[in-house]
């Protein structure tokens, strides 16, 4: 028999670097969670993506019980790592941080295609060339 689902939690937490401290432990504490475990099992499953803020979702059953569902880091995070730059331009229309190739969004496309509403790998190039150009990095597409 399933289990009756209490609620979704949605929490972006550095890889690997999950702890009892806001917003982790009130998050989970308040719905009954034992915090400590979450944080063992998240570290333990994202330690060799260090670096990365992480989207999580937590599904907590009436138990008390939970599991969680780790989701590639977030569009512009991949877009910054790759293109070699600290953050994104204050004017993306006037002020370009960076370019990337072709090449390099393939290999973003290549992360995060199963979080994107597409199997295309030429459809999600546009979305990544999209988001690259909201925070004023040119594209080679």
Known sequence: ????????LKL????????PSPPVGPALGQRG???????KAFNEKTKD???YRLPVVITIYADKSFTFEVKQPPMTELIKKVSGIKKGSDNPLKNKVGKLSKEQIME????????????????????VAGSARS?????EL
């Open 135 to 139: 925070i004023g990095i040119d594209t």
């Open 49 to 51: 993506k260090a670096g």
């Open 108 to 127: 973003i496309v290549d992360m995060k295609i199963k979080d994107l509403n597409t199997d295309d790998r030429e459809v999600a190039a546009k979305i």
């Open 1 to 8: 028999m399933a289990k009756k689902i209490q609620g979704y």
């Open 12 to 19: 972006q937490i550095p890889a690997g670097a999950a702890n």
């Open 33 to 39: 969670v034992n915090i400590m475990e979450f944080c």
